[in-house]
């Protein structure tokens, strides 16, 4: 393990600027991204939110790379328990949700779609963040364009618990309520 690297991601805070930096050096050297991946995929890690963090912004430019990891990244998801982790984690969710859908976009197994929906759906109905759900809402929509089921379970959820939420989330549930009813 090179310290240096482990020291980098323990040390990046939740700024923005700070995580572009390791996200740059994560895209120019694959020793760097690797730790930063088996930081993100390990939460008894006590940087393992930073390096979600990072991780987020590297999916957000460059999404392929995780390709390679999708397994190890979907078999995660349902271990999360720190909210600084889930929220970026849940953002690289519907990242890959939105490529999936693409033709020439990441291919996820049936196993990495059935992981998705099952952690999206427990972190809509579970007791998260407004951001990682609004999220959440965001990727189980993109879901759903393939499985009707999903868009049928989606607007349950979201009707039921409309009132108890606050007006973020209220805004994303009606945006996605509107698109399913197209």
Not at 25 to 50: C, G, M, Q, S, Y
Not at 101 to 115: D, F
Not at 139 to 151: A, Q
């Amino acid at each position: 393990m090179n310290v240096d690297y482990y020291k980098n991601i323990s040390n990046c805070t939740c700024y923005r600027k700070d995580r572009e930096q390791n996200r740059n050096l994560a895209l120019r050297n694959t020793e760097f991204l690797e730790k930063v991946i088996e930081v993100a995929f390990n939460p008894n890690d006590k940087a393992h939110h930073n390096a979600c963090g990072i991780l987020e912004l590297i999916c957000e430019r460059k999404l392929k790379l995780i390709v390679p990891y999708l397994d190890g990244f979907c078999d995660v998801l349902p271990k999360l328990k720190n909210d600084s982790a889930i929220r970026p984690m849940s953002k690289i969710c519907l990242f890959i949700a939105k490529s999936n859908h693409r033709s020439n976009g990441i291919k996820l197994t049936q196993m990495q779609e059935t992981q998705l929906l099952e952690t999206c759906l427990d972190w809509l109905i579970g007791d998260e963040k407004v951001a990682t759900k609004a999220t959440t809402i965001k990727t189980l929509f993109v879901l759903g364009k393939k499985y009707d089921w999903v868009h049928d379970e989606l607007k349950t959820i979201l009707q039921q618990g409309y009132s108890e939420h606050s007006a973020a989330y209220k805004a994303v549930t009606r945006n996605i309520l509107k698109k399913i009813d197209r």
